[in-house]
């Protein structure tokens, strides 16, 4: 008479279970850690310098939002990238030209600070400011603070996303 052996059957046991959801929740939670890292060191989520100073400021912001609309401006932007020149043409509630600004800007990418550049404006024509600036293809924010001699605070504030299909 021949014995044969039989195997053991497989089972799943508590420690099994135990072992494979620490297994997988490990290993969420290093992913996730990895994610929060990378998400946190890339961009904090402001779009300003100071976000609890503008906070505190609110109110003045809102008045200063109020006092731009009342001016009636319109403003039109423009990039020609074989020339190399961002356009912005301002106009008023007539439909004439305005002028005499002073023009400061900064020109960046929306996710980031990296490459960001102050631009320098001068004023081409009646109403239309020009600043030579060589702009790689995608998304641009452009934002420009406007100011006339004799006023403290800035009379226009312009914040806008320009996309650049061609390169230079």
Excluded: C
């Excluded at 014995?3 to 997988?24: D, Q, Y």
């Excluded at 969420?28 to 100073?53: E, H, I, K, Q």
């Excluded at 924010?141 to 800035?154: A, F, M, N, Q, W």
């Amino acid at each position: 008479m021949t014995m044969e052996a039989t195997p053991l059957p497989r089972t799943v046991r508590g420690r099994h279970v135990l072992i494979g959801l620490f297994v997988f929740f490990g290993i969420m939670f290093v992913a996730n850690g990895f994610l929060v890292y990378y998400a946190v060191s890339t961009f904090s989520g402001g779009d300003r310098p100071s976000p609890y100073r503008s906070g505190l400021n609110y109110n003045e912001t809102i008045a200063e939002a109020a006092a731009q609309d009342a001016l009636g401006w319109s403003t039109t932007t423009d990039y020609d990238g074989d020339a190399g020149r961002l356009t912005l043409s301002f106009t008023d509630s007539a439909a004439a030209p305005v002028t005499g600004l002073g023009l400061s800007g900064t020109l960046g990418r929306p996710a980031t600070t990296q490459g960001e550049r102050d631009l320098v404006f001068r004023e081409w024509r009646e109403g239309v400011y020009v600043s030579d600036v060589t702009l790689a293809p995608g998304n641009w924010v452009l934002t420009v603070e406007s100011s006339k001699e004799g006023v403290d605070s800035p009379v226009y504030r312009l914040k806008e996303r320009l996309i650049v299909t061609e390169g230079p």
